[in-house]
């Protein structure tokens, strides 16, 4: 497996450049990037700054993890708001297309949502209309993945919605295409399972994996800790990736940022994964 960092886990407002420049000087292999609105990377990234972020990454060394996104938090395809879930169908298709430019076959999608509890005044949608929508949605979107070779990959995360592997595995399936899977992030299920469980259900479908660690007696987004200091049995996580053939990128996501000097956490996160991954002897 190959050691990734999301750029999400540096401080913000850092730009591509520096955090490429971090990530390789920490010993990572690879560096996820993330769609912008606005900004660096943004939907309305010209040939020009793509070429540059590929010019940036070989010349580091560096391969590109993943792209991920933030904007489905906002243009969910679950919304009752028809020109929200348009919205975001458009930005995953930009998304498909931004990552075949850059040579990633993987993308980070959240398909939608039934209730958000960290965005205040979020909407709260019907669970069985959400999987109504969010499956239309991604059905509109495979002849596109498939066009492009790049993997829409599924995160469960905190929407209140594909609770479990059983529905997580049964969401992917209904498309029957290799070129929808699963995100997998570790430390999202901690609170309420077992990752190694989801990865035994998930098996071949996860396309990319997310290392976040989480401890459940603090709860809430103050449970989320640095990896090993939370309660992610990582030995039997690593063990259970190597059972169902699992050999691509493993990406840290780590959040929050340290208050005083930040580029510490990579550096300190990077030692964690190295250990995770057998890279160290102990």
Not at 12 to 22: A, P, Q
């Amino acid at each position: 497996m190959k050691k990734g960092i999301n750029i999400w886990s540096f401080q913000d407002g850092k730009s591509i450049k520096d955090c490429i420049t971090v990530a390789k000087d920490a010993g990572f292999d690879g560096i996820e990037l993330a769609l912008n609105e606005t900004g660096e990377l943004s939907l309305e990234a010209t040939d020009a700054e793509i070429n540059e972020i590929k010019a940036r990454l070989e010349d580091a060394d560096l391969e590109l993890a993943g792209l991920a996104t933030g904007l489905y938090w906002d243009y969910p395809m679950t919304s009752d708001d028809e020109n929200k879930r348009n919205k975001g169908i458009d930005i995953c298709k930009k998304q498909i297309e931004i990552a075949g430019a850059l040579g990633v076959d993987a993308i980070l999608v959240i398909p939608g949502a039934v209730g958000v509890d960290f965005i205040p005044g979020a909407e709260v949608i019907n669970y069985e209309v959400a999987y109504e929508r969010a499956s239309e949605a991604i059905e509109s979107l495979v002849p596109y993945a498939e066009s492009a070779g790049v993997a829409i990959a599924i995160e469960n995360v905190w929407n209140k919605f594909l609770l479990s592997p059983l529905e997580m595995r049964q969401f992917i399936d209904q498309f029957k295409s290799d070129f929808v899977g699963s995100y997998f992030d570790v430390g999202n299920v901690t609170f309420s399972g077992y990752p190694e469980h989801w990865i035994e259900v998930l098996g071949s479908r996860i396309k990319r994996v997310h290392f976040k660690d989480y401890r459940r007696t603090a709860g809430g987004l103050h449970g989320f800790v640095d990896l090993l200091a939370g309660d992610v049995d990582y030995p039997l996580v690593a063990q259970t990736l190597q059972k169902v053939g699992y050999n691509n990128y493993v990406t840290a996501e780590m959040i929050p940022n340290y208050t005083h000097y930040t580029d510490q956490m990579i550096y300190n996160t990077s030692g964690a994964m190295d250990a995770i991954l057998g890279r160290v002897k102990r």
